[in-house]
C-alpha cells in the first residue's frame, strides 16, 4: 500500500511510542500490554489514513472531476468574489476520517489564483466553516471555464498541504495535496456548468464525475 509522504513522519513518531510499548512489555509483563494493544492500533490507523492508492483518471476534456473521496453534504447556487467574481455553483464534499485525504486536481488548466487564509477550526459539514475555517483557495482557468476550489479545516484537520503554485500548468486527476485528519473540499463553479451530483452521492477523488462543461 501506497503511503503519502506526509504520513512519514507521523508514523514515524507513532512508531517510536509502538517500539518503546513492546519494550515496557517484554521487561514489565502484562502491566504494559494495555499500553501496547493501542499504541500498535493507533499505528495501524495512522497507517490506514496516510494511504494514497492509485487511480485510474476519468478521462474527459469537458468533465469536472471530484478532487476528494468524501460524500457530498452541499450543492447550492452561491457568489464566489475571489476569482470568479460572479454567481456560481458550489459543490461541498465532508471527508470523515476514514476516507483518503490525497487531493486531487478537479480539471486541466492553470493555476491564476492562490490563497491561503487563516481562519477558525468549526466541524467540517458545517455550511460556515466555507467562509470562516483556515483554507487554502484556488483558482484554476481551463480553456472554457474557470473554477474555485477549496481545501478547508475542519475540527481535527490542522493542516493542509497544498503542492501547486500560481502560473503552474495542471492535469486533471494529478496529486495536489492533502488535508490531514477530516475536513472540507469545496469546488465552485460557473452556473453554466451541468452538476451531476447530489446531495448524500459519495465521491472518489479522480474518478466521480461531479459536472459537465455545456
Known amino acids: 500500500m501506497k503511503i503519502s509522504r506526509e504520513g ?4 514515524f513518531i507513532v512508531n517510536i511510542f509502538v517500539s518503546i510499548s513492546v519494550i515496557l512489555t517484554f521487561e514489565f509483563g502484562q502491566v504494559w500490554l494495555a499500553l501496547l494493544i493501542p499504541m500498535i492500533l493507533i499505528e495501524l490507523l495512522v497507517i490506514y489514513f496516510f494511504r494514497d492508492p492509485e487511480r485510474a483518471i476519468t478521462p474527459g476534456d469537458n468533465l469536472i472531476i471530484a ?3 468524501g ?28 476516507n483518503v485525504h490525497v487531493n486531487r486536481y478537479p480539471l486541466t488548466g492553470v493555476i491564476k489564483y492562490f490563497e491561503y487564509m487563516a481562519g477558525k477550526f468549526l ?11 483556515e483554507q487554502t483557495i484556488v483558482g484554476l482557468e481551463h480553456a472554457k ?8 479545516v475542519g475540527l481535527l484537520a490542522r493542516r493542509l498541504e497544498f503542492y501547486g503554485k500560481e502560473n503552474d500548468t495542471v492535469r486533471i486527476g494529478d496529486r495536489c495535496g492533502i488535508m490531514k ?7 465552485i463553479v460557473p452556473k453554466n456548468v451541468e452538476i451531476l451530483v447530489k ?7 479522480g474518478q466521480t464525475i461531479l459536472g459537465k462543461i455545456v
Open 71 to 98: 460524500k457530498v453534504i452541499l450543492v447550492k447556487e452561491v457568489r464566489e468574489d475571489k476569482y470568479l467574481k460572479s454567481e456560481a455553483i458550489q459543490i461541498s464534499i465532508f471527508l470523515s476520517v476514514f
Open 181 to 187: 485528519f477530516g475536513s472540507r473540499m469545496d469546488i
Open 123 to 133: 466541524i467540517a459539514f458545517d455550511d460556515r466553516a466555507s467562509l470562516q475555517n
Open 145 to 152: 471555464i474557470k473554477i474555485v476550489f477549496k481545501q478547508i
Open 67 to 69: 478532487p476528494a473521496d
Open 199 to 205: 446531495i448524500g452521492d459519495k465521491t472518489i477523488g
Open 8 to 11: 512519514y513522519t507521523t508514523i
